[in-house]
């Protein structure tokens, strides 16, 4: 069995997303799962074609360099690029198997943003999802989670956790669209995502005027 120091389990946090582009509030999110968790290692992993995902994503290659400048100094973090590697739709229920499959008897814990959890109940087998990981959410807007809101997973009610995180009004989405505005809106865009990143975009041009 795989353990961390004291013989516990290893603790495992997922934390996926497109990262189209990382922006301030997911960096804050990994550093609180850190901390909250006591986790031995976070698993930053950038999603491939997500199914849910209309919009298509900037390419795999810039979204992976992005998240390495993100998260990639941050201690504890791995940015992963497996479900990038993958052909196909992606599912986190692969991704969670394959890491428990690598770290026997490790606990995993699974971190959303409220927005993912409101639509939790359509993921791709959820519930074997909840039966071998706990899902941590962080709030996204001032109307706070509620008990009922997990009682729908019974019997796996027990297995939603929060995230104290500051409420962080920002959205890769938003960015997105500052930086296709005119060229203030866009240095104010510049602002909330971490310096490398915003380097990067600068850079590759990402995200411009069509
Ligand atoms: P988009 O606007 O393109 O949908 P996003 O900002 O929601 O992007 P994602 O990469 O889709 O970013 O999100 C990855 C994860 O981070 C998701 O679980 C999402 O809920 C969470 N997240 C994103 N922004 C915030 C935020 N401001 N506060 C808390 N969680 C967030």
Redesign the pocket.
Known sequence: MSTSAGGQSKRIGV??????P??N??V??ARAALEQYDLDVLHVIP?GHAWH?A?ALSAPEHRLAMARLAFGNIEGVTVDARELQRPGPTFTIDTLKALQAENPGCQLYL??????FATFGQWHLCREILEIAIICI???TESALTQTEFDVYAPYNHRFFILK?P??????????QMLASDAATAEEAIKLVPDAVARYISHYQLYGPG
Not at 167 to 176: D, F, H, K, Y
């Open positions: 934390f996926g997303g497109a990262f189209d990382p922006h509030a997911h804050a999110l999603t995902k919009r971190f959303i943003g409220a927005d993912q962080a709030d996204r995180l409420l962080m009004p920002v959205s890769a989405t938003q960015i997105r």
